[in-house]
């Protein structure tokens, strides 16, 4: 049986003091290659890049969280990957658990895997998600369910894999550049009948994890349900829709 080809994609921006940290936990001995996007930080991220000798692409300016993602999935199917595992340079998320992520796609049980935060309210609070973001996660997931139809524990992860053919058919081009990519590249796999399944990453807001304020988690949030509305209207518009 062919082997898969997994990539990890790690989309940074200002990432200098989490990046070795979360490269030295990848399991190297399940990843066959490791890419870094840097999207035109202002600190070192690209020189601790360098030195640890990762496959670097550089932004000439910043696109955006969902611009990064763009970069980073283009560049991976240019490689040759077969799974690509997104997972943010952030130390918040725990690499070792890729391989349990990466095993229902291996095995063809789901075509997106995500790695959910959250498995009780205490656990996960403790773990340092703010009260009010805990709060916005669980409204915008039960939202999410109800209008999508599924049963998933949380969308707003940012440690995800992904079947190459669900990032060839989707048009990421198509796709916003800001934090709402995430929501929509979900919704598009949904609509095109692609299976999304999960599993448990517990996950710590450390002091040098990179976090959206209260400010843009509001616009994000805004903009979630403003995507599940167009959902709800057309489905096959949703597809051709160019997001800005």
């Known amino acids: 049986m062919k082997k898969n080809k997994i990539i990890v994609v790690l989309p940074a921006y200002n990432a200098e003091k989490t990046l070795e940290k979360t490269y030295l936990k990848i399991p190297k001995k399940i990843v066959d290659e490791i890419i870094v996007v840097d999207d035109a930080s202002h600190d070192k991220t690209v020189e601790k890049a360098k030195k640890l000798k990762l496959k670097t692409f550089v932004h000439k300016k910043n696109l955006g969280y969902g611009g990064n993602q763009k970069t980073c999935y283009r560049e991976a199917l240019k490689l ?20 349990y992520l990466i095993q229902p796609i291996i095995d063809n049980s789901f075509d997106v895997m995500l790695g959910t935060r959250i498995r009780t309210r205490d656990e996960t609070l403790r773990n340092g998600m703010p009260l009010y973001k805990y709060i916005s996660n669980r409204f915008l ?8 139809g599924l049963n998933l524990s949380e969308y707003h992860t940012g440690f995800r894999a992904f079947r190459r053919n669900v990032l060839e058919k989707i048009n990421l081009k198509n796709l916003s550049n800001d934090f709402i990519f995430d929501q929509q590249i979900l919704i598009s796999s949904h609509i095109l009948g692609f299976r999304i399944g999960e599993i448990f990453n517990p996950s710590y807001y450390r002091k040098d994890s990179s976090s959206i304020n209260f400010k843009r988690s509001l616009k994000y949030g805004l903009e979630t349900l403003l995507n599940l509305f167009y959902y709800l209207i057309d489905k096959n518009k949703y597809l051709q829709k160019s997001f800005k």
């Open 80 to 99: 040759g990957a077969d799974i690509v595992v997104m997972l943010h340079p952030d130390y918040q998320y725990d690499p070792k658990f890729i391989k």
């Open 141 to 148: 997931t039960i939202v999410e369910n109800l209008v999508l």
